[in-house]
């Protein structure tokens, strides 16, 4: 993917500096610009390449954090449920 950036000029006259857009092509990148500015003029147009992640998905590290994680799930899932007085209130129909 290739980072553009744009200076347009809208077309009730409006000057916008730093619009990025990520796409393939500048051709993509144009039509996805005018697509939210109808009828603009493009000023300027500046490439950037982005370099590409070379992070994998490591399955056992995930895994591992969410086995890590479970104690802390059932700790909010306990601090959110009402406490046993609601309970016996609301079942026998008084408050």
Do not use: H
């Amino acid at each position: 993917m290739v980072r553009f950036g744009f200076n347009i000029k809208t077309r009730t006259g409006q000057k916008v500096d730093n619009i990025s857009i990520m796409a393939g092509s500048q051709a993509d990148a144009e039509r996805r610009l005018r697509q939210m500015y109808l009828q603009c003029e493009i000023i300027e147009c500046v490439t950037q390449s982005v370099p590409r992640r070379v992070d994998t998905l490591d399955v056992e590290g995930i895994i591992g954090l969410i086995s890590a994680s479970e104690p802390a799930v059932r700790g909010l899932a306990a601090a959110n449920e009402a406490p046993a007085v609601w309970g016996r209130a609301f079942r026998s129909g008084t408050q």
